[in-house]
């Protein structure tokens, strides 16, 4: 199988990143080691040519993130590292790693779509275009929530994993705060009680367990705040 078994140690590797929020230096070591399994089910040639499409896809989300920075005051970029890194924990699929580290392109920063397809192929294009969201959908929808619940369903196996493993971040240190309250009933409607897991794979299951962990812990320091 092509996909990593997600078990604790892993888990638990991945929690120090996202609550230490490591240097950036540190992160993009961390998606270098991740794609371990890869170089162990393939040629040299191949590993090769995922070492180089990697560190151009870290240049790229590094150079496109350039300034911006997360509520916390760290560089945008090193979210979209962690994301990447956790997705290398589940699958070792070239385009779904460099996607990952790619996914907020669109919607945050001034790539074009046909930027990222000649960069990086119509496949990491996708997948990042479906991860991006449609404001006047949005808007005809009547909100945020409303909109992912019913997108986080349409999403294919690929999109979904790099879905979860944005959420996973962004639900990694939530407060009591009152942005911290509203993201938090957010991640519980759409994650927990919208999205459809009969058909979920696996990794799919354990990532999606990782925010539920991560939602009951905000709740509780929410009721005790």
Known sequence: TSTFIFKEHSLSILHFFFVSHVCYEMCVEGVRMCVEGFRMQHSRESQQKMKEATE???QFATEKHG????RGGEDYVQHCIRV????SWVTIKEEVIIAALLHDTLEDTNTSYDELESQFGSEVACLVRSLSNDEAEMAMMGGKRFYLAKKINTLDTDALLIE??????NTADLGTNDWSRKYC???RYVFLESLRTENLQPCHLNLLATIRESVEECERKLSQS
Not at 67 to 70: L, S, V
């Open 56 to 58: 151009k896809a870290l």
């Open 67 to 70: 300034g911006q920075k997360r």
């Open 84 to 87: 990447s890194m956790t997705v």
């Open 164 to 169: 979860l493993a944005d959420r996973i971040d």
């Open 185 to 187: 009933e957010q991640t």
